[in-house]
């Protein structure tokens, strides 16, 4: 039985003419019941820009910055009613059509709850590397969070990723990122509640003209890395981490935020 798909794209100041391009080439290579473009402080000129785009494609828009996890987030719980399996890839192209859509398979297929694609794989095609100082940055990164989480992964963070819609509904009341560091806690949380990973390498090319700063960035994934860890084994039961969780103020998870905004802004 042929499994439906979800594709999310966030951006933020994307560049229209290759985030035009991408959408057709998602919309062509996988066929997609739909691709939303959750798109972060839109600039008055993109939409004409994009060109014509395929039926598939939705836009929303809001006028603040979200960050990347309540972006994906936001269109993964517009959408996961409606398809069987919820994919997102970064809007700058960086993981093309083709490769991205082995990520997808690794779910559609049945292979896995919940598939991330590695650029740092053995097997990836790296076309074109990051300058010296974010590969150093990244892969330092990497070499931790294989040492610090359960889930032993060549890359965490990597633009390419999709599970099954039941998958989401298991892990999105335990998600609470809402930047960069989302990638990070969903990778943790799916495997403490022993859905199925798996990592699949891919082609990928650097896209110069990032908004992320890579010293800042890192400081944040790095704080990320131990919250998410602690999440991860609260939800494993671990007892040192509850009682650690129990002297912790209550804080309401990335859903139940994004709740509250939509509420304000109905009323």
């Given at each position: 039985?042929?499994?439906?798909?979800?594709?999310?794209?966030p951006a933020?100041?994307?560049?229209?003419?290759?985030?035009?391009?991408?959408?057709?080439?998602?919309?062509?290579?996988?066929?997609?019941?739909?691709?939303r473009v959750?798109?972060?402080?839109?600039?008055?000129?993109?939409?004409?820009?994009?060109?014509?785009?395929?039926?598939?494609?939705?836009?929303?828009?809001?006028?603040?910055?979200?960050?990347?996890?309540?972006?994906?987030?936001?269109?993964?719980?517009?959408?996961?009613?409606?398809?069987?399996?919820?994919?997102?890839?970064?809007?700058?192209?960086?993981?093309?059509?083709?490769?991205?859509?082995?990520?997808?398979?690794?779910?559609?297929?049945?292979?896995?709850?919940?598939?991330?694609?590695?650029?740092?794989?053995?097997?990836?095609?790296?076309?074109?590397?990051?300058?010296?100082?974010?590969?150093?940055?990244?892969?330092?990164?990497?070499?931790?969070?294989?040492?610090?989480?359960?889930?032993?992964?060549?890359?965490?963070?990597?633009?390419?990723?999709?599970?099954?819609?039941?998958?989401?509904?298991?892990?999105?009341?335990?998600?609470?990122?809402?930047?960069?560091?989302?990638?990070?806690?969903?990778?943790?949380?799916?495997?403490?509640?022993?859905?199925?990973?798996?990592?699949?390498?891919?082609?990928?090319?650097?896209?110069?003209?990032?908004?992320?700063?890579?010293?800042?960035?890192?400081?944040?994934l790095g704080?990320?890395?131990?919250?998410?860890?602690?999440?991860?084994?609260?939800?494993?039961?671990?007892?040192?981490?509850?009682?650690?969780?129990?002297?912790?103020?209550?804080?309401?998870?990335?859903?139940?935020?994004?709740?509250?905004?939509?509420?304000?802004?109905?009323?």
């Open positions: 039985m042929t499994r439906s798909v979800g594709i999310v794209v933020y100041r994307p560049d229209p003419e290759r985030l035009g391009a991408y959408l057709r080439a998602l919309a062509a290579r996988l066929d997609p019941e739909v691709v959750e798109l972060d402080a839109p600039q008055a000129d993109l939409r004409p820009r994009l060109d014509t785009l395929p039926d598939c494609v939705e836009i929303a828009a809001v006028d603040a910055r979200r960050g990347k996890g309540a972006a994906i987030t936001a269109g993964f719980e517009a959408l996961v009613d409606d398809v069987d399996v919820l994919a997102f890839a970064d809007a700058d192209g960086s993981t093309p059509a083709t490769s991205f859509s082995a990520v997808v398979d690794a779910v559609t297929s049945g292979r896995a709850d919940v598939a991330t694609g590695s650029r740092r794989h053995p097997d990836a095609d790296v076309a074109s590397h990051q300058t010296f100082a974010r590969r150093r940055l990244g892969d330092g990164f990497a070499w931790l969070a294989r040492r610090f989480l359960d889930e032993r992964l060549y890359d965490y963070q990597c633009g390419a990723k999709a599970l099954s819609a039941d998958a989401w509904r298991d892990v999105r009341a335990h998600l609470y990122e809402p930047g960069f560091a989302w990638d990070i806690e969903l990778v943790a949380v799916a495997g403490a509640l022993d859905h199925r990973l798996a990592e699949i390498p891919v082609r990928w090319e650097d896209r110069p003209g990032s908004t992320v700063s890579p010293i800042r960035t890192t400081l944040r704080r990320a890395l131990v919250t998410a860890r602690h999440r991860a084994r609260v939800l494993r039961e671990n007892r040192l981490h509850e009682l650690l969780d129990a002297r912790r103020e209550t804080e309401p998870s990335l859903i139940e935020r994004l709740a509250a905004t939509d509420a304000v802004e109905a009323d």
